[in-house]
Nanobody, 124 residues
Framework: QVQLTESGGGLVQAGDSLRLTCVAS????????MGWFRQAPGKEREFVATISASGLTSSYARALQGRYTISRDSAKNTVYLQINNLSPEDTAVYYCAAATSPDVQVSDTDYDTWGQGTQVTVSS
């Protein structure tokens, strides 16, 4: 069974940092790009970051660039999302997803495997 499992979310204070982890199981994802999306209460799911299969290319939502860093360890079938200087506006459920190609993808329609999400709540 192909599965993506996120962890690392929680309740933090504004200004804190978090590292979210996504572990893939059931098959290797070393040949596919990976991405992170988030969905805040009452809002649509939005793109956060993506990294290519090689790990050499990444792309970020423009508004989040600078505070977010995506990385991957293909040997561990794991993708990470480092978030620094968190603000209440970052409160959301964060989802990990596997793309249908090895190249970076910013649209959720280009992803076919999704995790269950991890909640990040930032208090002011």
């Amino acid at each position: 069974q192909v599965q993506l499992t996120e962890s690392g979310g929680g309740l933090v204070q504004a200004g804190d940092s978090l590292r979210l982890t996504c572990v893939a199981s059931g098959r290797t994802f070393s040949n596919t790009a990976m991405g992170w999306f988030r969905q805040a209460p009452g809002k649509e799911r939005e793109f956060v970051a993506t990294i290519s299969a090689s790990g050499l290319t990444s792309s970020y939502a423009r508004a989040l660039q600078g505070r977010y860093t995506i990385s991957r360890d293909s040997a561990k079938n794991t993708v990470y999302l480092q978030i620094n200087n968190l603000s209440p506006e970052d409160t959301a459920v964060y989802y990990c997803a596997a793309a249908t190609s090895p190249d970076v993808q910013v649209s959720d329609t280009d992803y076919d495997t999704w995790g269950q999400g991890t909640q990040v709540t930032v208090s002011s």
